[in-house]
């Protein structure tokens, strides 16, 4: 049997969430698909927060932006005094404003052999970063 592509339910544009003047939260936002995510949410007309541990790359990419549209927090998605921090920072400065979403892009990465395992405790901090163990603070 065959699908028929038109047998599927159609969005509307009204389905879809409004971008243009809301507030969206991206972590991991300074590097990666969390980058490219910020870049497109501010040519769509949002208020983006940047959340990334990298403060260099974070302020750069603040400033090349312009801090209208844009605010960058320091923030470790596994720890909730980051997190709450940053919901904080991003409220006095947008709190009219309506929140969009949040777009969570924040992990970190190894380089390593596949077959091979990691450490255990290298295991637990890829997870914990990832929110794959429950511990990511969004």
Same mark, same amino acid.
């Given at each position: 049997?065959?699908?028929?592509?038109?047998?599927?339910?159609?969005?509307?544009?009204?389905?879809?969430?409004?971008?243009?003047?809301?507030?969206?939260?991206?972590? #991991?936002?300074?590097?990666?698909?969390?980058?490219?995510?910020?870049?497109?949410?501010?040519?769509?007309?949002?208020?983006?927060?940047?959340?990334?541990?990298?403060?260099?790359? #974070?302020?750069?990419?603040?400033?090349?932006?312009?801090?209208?549209?844009?605010?960058?927090?320091?923030?470790?998605?596994?720890?909730?005094?980051?997190?709450?921090?940053?919901?904080?920072?991003?409220?006095?400065?947008?709190?009219?404003?309506?929140?969009?979403?949040?777009?969570?892009? #924040?992990?970190?990465?190894?380089? #390593?052999?596949?077959?091979?395992?990691?450490?255990?405790?290298?295991?637990?901090?890829?997870?914990?970063?990832?929110?794959?163990?429950?511990?990511?603070?969004?």
């Amino acid at each position: 049997s065959t699908l028929d592509p038109h047998s599927f339910p159609t969005r509307r544009s009204s389905d879809l969430p409004r971008i243009p003047g809301n507030v969206f939260y991206v972590t #991991g936002g300074a590097s990666g698909l969390g980058l490219a995510t910020v870049h497109h949410l501010v040519s769509l007309n949002a208020f983006v927060a940047i959340l990334d541990m990298s403060t260099e790359a #974070g302020e750069a990419l603040e400033q090349e932006l312009g801090s209208e549209r844009t605010t960058f927090v320091r923030c470790d998605v596994r720890s909730e005094e980051d997190v709450v921090e940053a919901i904080r920072v991003v409220d006095l400065k947008w709190g009219t404003k309506a929140v969009g979403g949040v777009v969570h892009c #924040g992990g970190i990465g190894m380089a #390593g052999k596949v077959c091979a395992s990691p450490p255990l405790s290298k295991a637990r901090e890829l997870m914990s970063a990832d929110g794959w163990a429950g511990r990511s603070a969004f």
